[in-house]
Antibody
């Protein structure tokens, strides 16, 4: 069974940093692109960023709203995905989902975790 | 990148059909056939219902179908059922190698 499980959420002050982790199982993690998607309380979904697989040198893409502040990495030996969040703002408060990219063209998100809540507040 | 435009709410009676629109631009919806749709029940993670405009993942009922014309994609739910009541989001790949989601539509089964 495919599973992705986020961890590391919590309360952080504005300007602070936090690192989320996502542990995958049930599939060959190293073959897949992986994404982060967030959802502010009571709001819609917002794509945060993507990391490609090692075939594509684990290159990354980011939404403009987090570019330069957030960084995505992966450790294929640990079946793990990470989201390093720096210079956090109150508007970064959200549930953060880890999602596997699916399909031949990695064009959609086929498996999602349960989410990790990040609260940025003083 | 602005969010794709969806109606805030759509409702229908059991057994009816409803359609949710998703309007973007020539830089996202109109640029690729990489539109997907997600269903989200309260407090739950999203679930993909349609990918690449009109493809259904295994396990998704045939009652869900997707299409696209120009810069607008659509999700149709036929034979509406009580369990279809949820929030629905479209998503599209963009020419900037990013993704954009729609504003979300709340579907109510009357």
């Amino acid at each position: 069974e495919v599973q992705v499980v986020e961890s590391g959420g919590g309360l952080v002050q504005p300007g602070g940093s936090l690192r989320l982790s996502c542990t995958a199982s049930g599939f060959t993690f190293s073959d897949h692109y992986m994404d982060w998607v967030r959802q502010a309380p009571g709001k819609g979904l917002e794509w945060v960023g993507r990391i490609r697989n090692k075939v594509y040198s684990s290159t990354t893409e980011y939404a403009a709203s987090v570019e330069g502040r957030f960084s995505i990495s992966r450790d294929d030996s640990k079946n793990s995905l990470y989201l390093q969040m720096n210079s956090l703002r109150t508007e970064d408060t959200a549930v953060y989902y880890c999602a596997r990219a699916g399909g031949r063209y990695n064009s959609y998100f086929d498996y999602w975790g349960q989410g990790a809540l990040v609260t940025v507040s003083s | 990148q602005s969010a794709l435009t969806q109606p805030a709410s759509v409702s229908g009676s059991p057994g009816q059909s409803i359609t949710i629109s998703c309007t973007g631009t020539s830089t996202d919806v109109g640029a690729y056939n990489y539109v997907s749709w997600y269903q989200q029940h309260p407090g739950k993670a999203p679930k993909v219902m349609i990918y690449d405009v009109s493809n259904r993942p295994s396990g998704v009922f045939y009652r869900f179908s997707g299409s696209k014309s120009g810069n607008t994609a659509s999700l149709t739910i036929s034979g509406l059922q009580a369990e279809d009541e949820a929030d629905y989001y479209c998503s599209s790949y963009t020419i900037s190698n990013t993704y954009v989601f729609g504003t979300g539509t709340k579907v109510t089964v009357l």
